[in-house]
């Protein structure tokens, strides 16, 4: 007689279940934070943006262009808080690089809300995952980029300004790479291993 497969094929639905949870609850957890991040920066610079850029848009009101929104405005300083620059076309050709924030009054604080959010969506994220050790805790949490990072490629295009025959919005190499995958997956794993550390 030979022996059942039945066994071995239950323990690898499991464990295939657990890894499809894990990365659910990464990619909730890393979303929930980009879209908190981008709501904690309208919320709090929404108003001076308005103000800001109440003169600039009657000039290209009166020059036939399209007004520029607080919410794409509110959108490249998000990225600035990643320390993704915004770039926009030069006076001279080329492009100029940027960053609002650091020439934002009151604005700094910001910088430390994508890491903050982030660390919490790691520590969601680990909870989720029952991580009790950790280097399962990182993995669990490091799987935020899983949420945020489509997000923030999608971001460079939804908070893009046409200028001419240019735009103005956050460089995409840096934000792919810097604020789609290496702040996800550097605060999301540390979260994730606070998480095991918490369920000692």
Do not use: C, K
């Not at 943006?49 to 520029?68: H, K, Q, R, Y």
């Not at 890491?115 to 909870?127: I, K, N, Y």
């Not at 999608?154 to 702040?183: E, K």
């Amino acid at each position: 007689m030979s022996s059942s497969p039945t066994g071995g094929t239950t323990a690898t639905t499991g464990s295939n279940q657990s890894i499809a949870r894990d990365a659910i609850g990464g990619a909730v957890a890393g979303a929930a934070a980009y879209l908190l991040g981008y709501l904690a920066v309208y919320v709090t610079q929404s108003g001076r943006i308005e103000e800001g850029l109440s003169g600039l848009n009657f000039l290209a009101e009166l020059f036939g262009g399209d007004p520029i929104s607080a919410w794409q405005v509110s959108g490249w300083m998000f990225y600035n808080a990643h320390f993704v620059e915004t770039t926009s076309p030069g006076l001279l050709g080329g492009t100029e690089s940027r960053n609002l924030l650091m020439q934002a009054d009151g604005g700094s604080f910001l910088f430390v809300v994508p890491p903050l959010l982030l660390l919490v969506a790691g520590v969601v994220a680990g909870r989720v995952a029952d991580a009790s050790t950790p280097a399962g805790g990182a993995r669990s949490g490091a799987l935020v980029a899983a949420g945020y990072l489509p997000l923030a490629v999608v971001g460079t295009f939804l908070f893009r300004y046409a200028a001419g025959d240019g735009s103005v919005a956050p460089d995409i190499v840096t934000a792919v790479l810097l604020a789609g995958a290496v702040y996800p997956a550097v605060f999301g794993a540390i979260g994730g291993t606070v998480s095991s550390l918490l369920s000692d």
